[in-house]
C-alpha cells in the first residue's frame, strides 16, 4: 500500500467517525437558537430587574444598623429558594463595601445552607426518597453520597455547573 493510498484510507475512517458522531443540522440550530433565546431573555430580565436595585439599595441603607441583617436574612431565603446568589452578592458589595458585603453574604450564605440542609434532611427527604425510590440513578448517588459525602460535595462546589444553592 503506498504512503498516498493509506493516508486516504486514514482520512476516510475519521471523516466517517466525524461523520457519525456529528449532529444534525436542524439539532445544531435549535440548539444555538435557544442559546440566544435564553441570552435575550437574561438581557431583558437583567434590564427590567436592575431598576429596582436602587430602591432595593436606597431600602437596606435606610435600615440603618438593622440593613446587614434584614439583607444576610434576605440572602438566606434566596439560597433556600434557588436563587441564585450572584446577583446579591454583588449588590451587597455595593451596598456595604466589599470587605463588610463579603461578610454579610458569607453570613447569609452559611445560615441559607444550614437551613437548606435542615429542610433537605428532616422535613423532604422522606418525600424525596418516596419519588425516587424506582431511581437507580438516585440509589447510585446517595450510596455514594453516604460513602463520600465530604467529597463529593467538594467536588460539586468546584463545578460551575451546579449552583451554589443546589
Do not use: H
Request: proline share 5%.
Amino acid at each position: 500500500m503506498s504512503p498516498m493510498s493509506a493516508m486516504n484510507a486514514e482520512t476516510s475512517i475519521l471523516t466517517t467517525q466525524t461523520n457519525q458522531n456529528s449532529q444534525p443540522l436542524w439539532r445544531r440550530i435549535a440548539k444555538v437558537g435557544g442559546i440566544a433565546v435564553a441570552l435575550g431573555v437574561l438581557v431583558f430580565l437583567g434590564r427590567e430587574l436592575g431598576g429596582y436595585v436602587p430602591k432595593f439599595v436606597e431600602w437596606v441603607e435606610g435600615l440603618g444598623y438593622w440593613g446587614p441583617l434584614v439583607f444576610a436574612i434576605g440572602y438566606a431565603i434566596a439560597t433556600v429558594a434557588f436563587i441564585p446568589g450572584l446577583i446579591l452578592s454583588i449588590a451587597a458589595g455595593a451596598i456595604f463595601g466589599i470587605f463588610k458585603g463579603a461578610l454579610v453574604v458569607y453570613v447569609g450564605a452559611t445560615v441559607g445552607s444550614c437551613a437548606a440542609f435542615l429542610i433537605a434532611r428532616y422535613l423532604a427527604r422522606e418525600s424525596i426518597e418516596r419519588r425516587l425510590e424506582n431511581s437507580p440513578k438516585f440509589k447510585v448517588i446517595d450510596r455514594a453520597v453516604a460513602k463520600e459525602g465530604l467529597k463529593i460535595v467538594f467536588l460539586l462546589r468546584l463545578s460551575p455547573i451546579f449552583p451554589y444553592n443546589l
